[in-house]
């Protein structure tokens, strides 16, 4: 299995400008989550899925978009990007959210912007 | 708001020592992850602790969790290099939800 996918690994965005980080697994996990890591910080939970179509914000949702049209697929819009997005993005999945089973990370999307 | 505080943040041993890294919690919650990252790595979940008194154990890690103290504690025994690595500890703030909140982070660093 090739577990929680994260495309791509790095990326520089100039300020203003779009983009969707991808994240796919393939683990037929109902639940999936975005993060986003700073130096020096714990993650931070920025949007999270517990099934197709149903999507929910976490702790630091503004400048961010996602949905779940499908169980594999959890895509992360960035719509105006600004420097403060800066971070490593990790996409986690668990097969349910109420079953206390641990998360699946992803590898992680370095992204820069200017 | 539920904070999470690990101590220490950073923590250079030698080999063969004994040590613990402490996470405090701000709020209840009954649920208590432990996560390794390498640098420049993902994470790699260690321990779930799902009730007070939770104790769990892999090689060289062994993981507490005590609630009414909002304390979960990661005690290393006999420290081996192989261990060096940066350890976060995070708490559901949703009971359930997998909602979690991550402390910063404790580096540690073990010396031949």
């Known amino acids: 299995n090739a577990g929680v996918t994260q495309t791509p690994k790095f990326q520089v965005l100039k300020t203003g400008q779009s983009m969707t980080l991808q994240c796919a697994q393939d683990m037929n996990h109902e639940y999936m989550s975005w993060y986003r890591q700073d130096p020096g910080m714990g993650l931070r939970l920025i949007h999270y899925?517990?099934?197709?179509?149903?999507?929910d914000q976490g702790e630091v949702p503004n400048g961010y978009n996602v949905s779940r049209s499908t169980t594999e697929d959890f895509p992360l819009r960035l719509l105006s990007a600004a420097p403060s997005q800066t971070s490593v993005y990790f996409c986690?999945?668990?097969?349910?959210?109420?079953?206390?089973?641990?998360?699946?990370f992803g590898s992680g999307t370095q992204l820069s912007v200017l | 708001e539920l904070k999470v505080e690990q101590n220490p943040l950073f923590l250079s041993m030698q080999e063969g020592k004994n040590y613990t890294i402490y996470c405090n919690y701000s709020?209840?919650?009954?649920?208590l992850y432990w996560y390794r990252q390498d640098p420049g790595k993902s994470l790699e979940s260690l321990f779930v602790?799902?009730?007070?008194?939770a104790v769990k154990q892999e090689g060289r890690l062994m993981a507490s969790l005590d609630t009414k103290a909002r304390l979960s504690t990661l005690h290393i025994t006999a420290a081996v290099h192989d261990l060096s690595a940066t350890y976060f500890c995070?708490?559901?703030?949703?009971?359930?939800?997998?909602?979690?909140?991550f402390g910063q982070g404790t580096r540690l660093t073990i010396n031949p």
């Open positions: 986690a999945s668990s097969y349910s959210r109420t079953t206390n089973e641990k998360l699946f």
């Open positions: 709020t209840t919650s009954d649920r």
């Open positions: 899925s517990v099934g197709a179509g149903i999507t």
């Open positions: 995070a708490v559901d703030w949703a009971q359930g939800a997998q909602k979690l909140v």
């Open positions: 602790l799902l009730s007070n008194g």
